[in-house]
Nanobody, 125 residues
């Protein structure tokens, strides 16, 4: 499975961006697609995840109410709509995926077998 991420850019604080992550294939209905981010000098952290089989979504506390993860079945694509962006949201955003039914920890990057290239998001103050 190959993942292609896009949509990053430069935006002012309070602005919005939409990231896209397209999978080359979705091996089964059991498929998790997630977003992580890594700011300079910091560890990579979980942002949000979409579970294809049940339509469930989970978010990191720091993005609740501002970010929304959604999917397009026809395109094997997951979107991350980011609103009310803050300078601290500046990071490289990575999409990740896994095809297992259950993940031990959806917030643990090591649970995901497939990774896309990062896309830079820069929020100016």
């Amino acid at each position: 499975v190959q993942l292609q991420a896009s949509g990053g850019g430069l935006v002012q604080a309070g602005g919005s961006l939409r990231l896209s992550c397209t999978a080359s294939e979705r091996t089964s209905g059991r498929f998790w697609m997630a977003w992580f981010r890594q700011a300079p000098g910091k560890v990579r952290e979980f942002v949000a995840v979409y579970n294809w089989s049940g339509g469930r979504t989970y978010y990191a506390d720091f993005v609740k109410g501002r970010f929304t993860i959604s999917k397009d079945n026809t395109k094997n694509t997951v979107y991350l709509q980011m609103n009310n962006l803050k300078p601290e949201d500046t990071a490289v955003y990575y999409c990740a995926a896994d095809s297992r039914l259950i993940l031990s920890s959806i917030r643990n990057e090591h649970e995901y077998d497939y990774w896309g290239q990062g896309t830079q998001v820069t929020v100016s103050s």
